[in-house]
């Protein structure tokens, strides 16, 4: 498995904000403690370009993102808080992400997990929502397509719906979109009947969960629905935006679930890649925001990610 992790991310600072420096602090050390760091492959990868920013993203968008960095900004959005290291950070995230999808691609490896931030499945094209500032998953299925793949599958377990994402390929037809997350819930999209347009119908699929949904039920909604896209999309890569916040503690959205159930979903998706015979799983931090439990739950998803499949 290749693992990406830096201290640079903790560059983009949000002062007293969920989306804080201390998550990808702890489980970076949560990964030495453990070993992880050792035996992976560390990555040493580039910031991305603005030309690879603009595979998903509006120019005028990416020139307004880094005159609020440049100037320190703070509150740009309801929920989103930048600055002056918050354009390093972000886009040597994206630059991680697309770095994962090129080696797996070309088969260093067969897996990667990348622990970034800020996360991404919520910024918007041409703005940012939710934490997020740039797409990070959407420029990896980008970078993806790029490389030589023709059919891209991300798989969204977050607890809030990945808004971002979806739009971002809601008529595309080539790369499928599943999200898993609790509802009614933030950002209020995802819904059963949104299922894409044009070339992209059938290629988006929601599961909205109420918030007392059983762990058992969770499992078997998520194991049926990916493995149905999937029969109907044939994914040659799949992407995960994992999100730890389904965690029952997390302090900003809560699910059901608790650190080992990580590892239950990350092997129901190794299962998917050995059936549908696709090439590996690229993984990115989306949220978690308890400072105990996220990692932990982190810890549990690498450590099962890296058996391969």
Same mark, same amino acid.
Request: net charge negative; proline share 5%.
């Given at each position: ?118 996360? /991404?499945?919520? #910024?918007?094209? +041409?703005? &940012?929502? =939710?934490?997020?500032? @740039?797409?990070?998953?959407?420029? *990896? ?101 994992? /999100?730890?916040? #389904?965690?029952? +503690?997390? &302090?900003? =959205?809560?699910?059901? @679930?608790?650190?080992?159930?990580? *590892? ?46």
């Amino acid at each position: 498995m290749l693992l990406y992790v830096s201290n640079r991310f903790e560059d983009h600072r949000t002062g007293r904000h969920p989306e804080c420096p201390q998550r990808t602090q702890r489980l970076n050390m949560l990964l030495e403690e453990s070993g992880w760091t050792d035996r992976c492959g560390i990555a040493d990868w580039p910031p991305a370009t603005v030309e690879q920013l603009q595979w998903n993203h509006d120019a005028d968008y990416l020139q307004r993102l880094q005159e609020w960095c440049l100037a320190d900004a703070g509150q740009i959005e309801a929920d989103t808080v930048v600055s002056r290291g918050t354009w390093g950070a972000a886009t040597l995230a994206v630059g991680a992400a697309i770095d994962a999808v090129q080696r797996v691609w070309e088969g260093d490896d067969q897996t990667a997990f990348c622990a970034v931030r800020p996360p /991404g499945h919520h #910024a918007l094209p +041409n703005a &940012p929502m =939710g934490f997020c500032v @740039l797409n990070n998953i959407a420029i *990896a299925a980008h970078a993806a397509l790029r490389a030589g793949a023709a059919r891209v599958m991300i798989i969204d377990w977050d607890v809030h719906h990945g808004n971002g994402t979806q739009d971002s390929f809601y008529r595309h037809g080539q790369v499928a979109f599943y999200s898993i997350h609790r509802s009614p819930f933030y950002p209020g999209t995802g819904a059963e009947e949104e299922i894409g347009e044009g070339p992209g119908r059938g290629w988006i699929k929601n599961a909205p969960v109420p918030a007392h949904i059983a762990r058992r039920a969770y499992f078997e909604r998520f194991s049926e629905d990916i493995n149905r896209l999937a029969e109907r999309t044939q994914p040659q890569l799949l992407l995960i935006s994992a /999100g730890f916040d #389904a965690h029952q +503690n997390d &302090p900003v =959205g809560g699910l059901c @679930l608790i650190e080992e159930d990580f *590892a239950t979903l990350t092997g129901i998706v190794q299962e998917l890649a050995r059936s549908c015979g696709a090439r590996g799983i690229v993984s990115l931090l989306e949220g978690g925001y308890h400072l105990q439990h996220m990692p932990a739950s982190a810890l549990a998803h690498v450590e099962q990610l890296a058996q391969g499949f």
